[in-house]
């Protein structure tokens, strides 16, 4: 069935450090890609999305280029800050099933 | 325009109470999903539900779990029976339709059984 990889955290960086997330996904068809941020005790915001191959979407600095070739949706900031300390999760709608189907997070701790 | 809410933001339930978590979607979202979210483990989907409706339970334990939307009131996601297992945080989310690739999430109630 369709289903999302990403990197184990902790992710640990000093402030204005390049950060990369790696997120592999398994799915039917063609899916749209997305990325949540969890701020501490919040609950999920979407980041960016991409909707085919070659999109590439782009929010506050970060990041992600849906690749079809090698069925990925890295995150990538060039210079973090302590305010992205977060928990940044990987998804996929479409495919298989008509629903939002989540990695397992990554927690990145960006130190001063 | 006020988001999802979710109350209460922190449930304590003793073994073999009932939990119940309420949500209101935001204005204009018929569309209701439930989320959890084990210790160590991503958001795993429960259930989506409209209004008066169950659209898909695929993802809901086959006991002692229950769910509903009414067509006046807030979504309502029942655990009788708690059990340890049973702790995590519970997140709702909403949309405007039956495509739920754009999902807003609440905050989210974290429940916890002693």
């Known amino acids: 069935g369709d289903s999302v990889t990403q990197m184990e955290g902790p992710v640990t960086l000093s402030e204005e450090a390049f950060l990369t997330i790696n997120c592999t996904y398994t799915a039917t068809g063609y899916p749209s890609l997305f990325w949540y941020v969890q701020y501490p005790g919040e609950g999920l915001q979407l980041l960016l999305k991409?909707?085919?191959?070659?999109d590439k979407g782009s929010n506050k600095g970060f990041e992600a280029t849906y690749r079809k070739e090698t069925t990925s949706f890295h995150l990538e900031k060039g210079s973090v800050q302590v305010s992205d300390s977060a928990v940044y999760f990987c998804?996929?709608?479409?495919?298989?099933?008509?629903?939002?189907?989540f990695g397992t997070g990554t927690l990145l701790a960006v130190q001063p | 325009n006020a988001g999802v809410m979710q109350n209460p933001r922190h449930l304590v339930r003793r073994r073999g109470q009932e939990a119940r978590l309420r949500c209101s979607p935001m204005?204009?979202?018929?569309?209701v999903y439930w989320y959890r979210q084990l210790p160590e483990e991503g958001l795993k989907f429960m259930v989506y539900l409209q209004k008066e409706n169950i659209i898909d339970e695929s993802g809901m334990p086959k006991e002692r779990f229950s769910a509903e939307f009414p067509k006046e009131g807030p979504s309502i996601l029942r655990i009788q029976q708690v059990v340890r297992g049973d702790s995590a945080a519970y997140f709702c989310?909403?949309?405007?339709?039956?495509?739920?690739?754009?999902?807003?999430f609440g905050s989210g109630t974290q429940l916890s059984v002693l």
């Open positions: 204005k204009g979202h018929s569309h």
């Open positions: 991409a909707t085919k191959a070659d």
């Open positions: 989310a909403s949309s405007p339709d039956r495509r739920n690739e754009k999902l807003f």
């Open positions: 998804a996929l709608y479409g495919g298989a099933t008509n629903k939002l189907i």
